[in-house]
C-alpha cells in the first residue's frame, strides 16, 4: 500500500512540473524582458545594428527584452579558437530577435547552441552517386542552420554585413530564417502562420515570385532577390527574409505582394525604419 501511495505521489509530482513547466517558463521570461539592459550593451547594439537607431522607442524596449531571453536561453560556443564575447553575442542575438518583434516569439524553441567560427570554415561533406559510392568533398560556408538544435556563423561574415547594412545579404537573418521555417518540423519554406486561411495566400504568392526568381536568374537577369534563392523553397524563405529587412524600399517596389506576405508574418514593416 505504501509503495502505491508513494508511486502516485511520484507520479502526481512529474505530471504537475510538466503541466507548470511552460507556466513557470513564461514567468520567468516575462521577468526577464522587465530586467533593466546594461548601457554598455546598448552601445553595441547602436555601434553594431545600423537600424537600431531609428527603430520607434517601443521597438527598441521590445529589442532588449527579446535579448535578455534569448541570451538566457541560448548557449554560444566559440570555436576556431574564436573567444566569446559580449559584443559578438549581443550581435548575433540582436538581429535574431528582430525577427521577433511584434509577435509573440517562442524565441526558436529548438535552437540550443549557436557556433561561432572566426571566419569562413570547412565541412566535410558526402553525397551518394550510386548505391555502393559516395562523393566526398569540402565546402566553404559562411553559415548554417540545422534545424534540430543548432546554427553556425562566421563572425567575420558578421561583421562584413553589419557594415554593408543595405545590400541584401545577411547571414543572421539568413539561418534564423531556417528556424522559422523549420518549426514546423520540415524546411520547405513555409513557416508557421497564425491562420489555416493564412497558408493558402502564402503559397500562391510564394510560389509565384519563387518561379519568376527561378526564371529570371535561368535567363540571366538582375534581380532584387539574391538569386541564391532560386535553390529551394526554404532558401527562397530566408533569402526574402534578407531582402525584406534589408531592402525593403526596392522589395515593395518589384515584389509587392510579396512584401505584403512578409510584412504580413513578420508584423513589421521596415519601411518605417529609414
Same mark, same amino acid.
Given at each position: 500500500?505504501?509503495? #502505491? &501511495? @508513494?508511486?502516485?505521489? $511520484?507520479?502526481?509530482?512529474?505530471?504537475?512540473?510538466?503541466? +507548470?513547466?511552460?507556466? /513557470?517558463?513564461?514567468?520567468?521570461?516575462?521577468?526577464?524582458?522587465?530586467?533593466?539592459?546594461?548601457?554598455?550593451?546598448? #552601445? &553595441? @547594439?547602436?555601434?553594431? $545594428?545600423?537600424?537600431?537607431?531609428?527603430?520607434?522607442?517601443? +521597438?527598441?524596449?521590445? /529589442?532588449?527584452?527579446?535579448i535578455n531571453v534569448f541570451l538566457a536561453e541560448k548557449q554560444f560556443l566559440g570555436c576556431g579558437g574564436l573567444q @566569446?564575447?559580449?559584443? $559578438?553575442?549581443?550581435?548575433?542575438?540582436?538581429?535574431?530577435? +528582430?525577427?521577433?518583434?511584434?509577435?509573440?516569439?517562442?524565441?526558436?524553441?529548438?535552437?540550443?547552441?549557436?557556433?561561432?567560427?572566426?571566419?569562413?570554415?570547412i565541412v566535410k561533406t558526402t553525397t551518394p552517386i550510386s548505391d555502393y559510392l559516395v562523393e566526398e568533398k569540402q565546402?566553404?560556408?559562411?553559415?548554417?542552420?540545422?534545424?534540430?538544435?543548432?546554427?553556425?556563423?562566421?563572425?567575420?561574415?558578421?561583421?562584413?554585413?553589419?557594415?554593408?547594412?543595405?545590400?541584401?545579404?545577411?547571414?543572421?537573418?539568413?539561418?534564423?530564417?531556417?528556424?522559422?521555417?523549420?518549426?514546423?518540423?520540415?524546411?520547405?519554406?513555409?513557416?508557421?502562420?497564425?491562420?489555416?486561411?493564412?497558408?493558402?495566400?502564402?503559397?500562391?504568392?510564394?510560389?509565384?515570385?519563387?518561379?519568376?526568381?527561378?526564371?529570371?536568374?535561368?535567363?540571366?537577369?538582375?534581380?532584387?532577390?539574391?538569386?541564391?534563392?532560386?535553390?529551394?523553397?526554404?532558401?527562397?524563405?530566408?533569402?526574402?527574409?534578407?531582402?525584406?529587412?534589408?531592402?525593403?524600399?526596392?522589395?515593395?517596389?518589384?515584389?509587392?505582394?510579396?512584401?505584403?506576405?512578409?510584412?504580413?508574418?513578420?508584423?513589421?514593416?521596415?519601411?518605417?525604419?529609414?
Open positions: 500500500m505504501l509503495n #502505491a &501511495i @508513494i508511486t502516485f505521489l $511520484i507520479v502526481a509530482i512529474v505530471v504537475t512540473l510538466i503541466w +507548470l513547466r511552460p507556466i /513557470l517558463r513564461e514567468i520567468r521570461r516575462d521577468r526577464l524582458k522587465n530586467k533593466s539592459f546594461p548601457l554598455h550593451w546598448r #552601445a &553595441i @547594439i547602436e555601434q553594431n $545594428i545600423p537600424c537600431y537607431q531609428t527603430l520607434p522607442r517601443s +521597438l527598441q524596449k521590445q /529589442l532588449h527584452g527579446h @566569446i564575447t559580449d559584443e $559578438i553575442k549581443l550581435t548575433i542575438a540582436a538581429q535574431a530577435c +528582430l525577427l521577433l518583434l511584434n509577435q509573440k516569439g517562442n524565441y526558436y524553441p529548438k535552437l540550443k547552441s549557436i557556433l561561432v567560427y572566426p571566419s569562413a570554415y565546402e566553404i560556408r559562411l553559415g548554417e542552420s540545422w534545424y534540430r538544435d543548432r546554427i553556425v556563423l562566421s563572425w567575420e561574415q558578421i561583421k562584413y554585413d553589419t557594415k554593408n547594412w543595405q545590400d541584401g545579404h545577411n547571414v543572421i537573418f539568413h539561418e534564423f530564417a531556417h528556424q522559422l521555417d523549420g518549426e514546423d518540423g520540415s524546411l520547405n519554406g513555409v513557416p508557421l502562420l497564425d491562420r489555416q486561411s493564412d497558408y493558402i495566400t502564402w503559397a500562391r504568392v510564394f510560389e509565384r515570385e519563387y518561379k519568376q526568381l527561378c526564371s529570371d536568374v535561368e535567363l540571366g537577369l538582375k534581380t532584387v532577390i539574391d538569386e541564391y534563392g532560386a535553390t529551394n523553397p526554404a532558401e527562397f524563405f530566408a533569402v526574402a527574409t534578407e531582402t525584406f529587412f534589408e531592402k525593403p524600399k526596392q522589395m515593395k517596389r518589384k515584389h509587392p505582394g510579396l512584401y505584403t506576405e512578409l510584412k504580413h508574418y513578420y508584423k513589421l514593416d521596415p519601411l518605417e525604419w529609414i
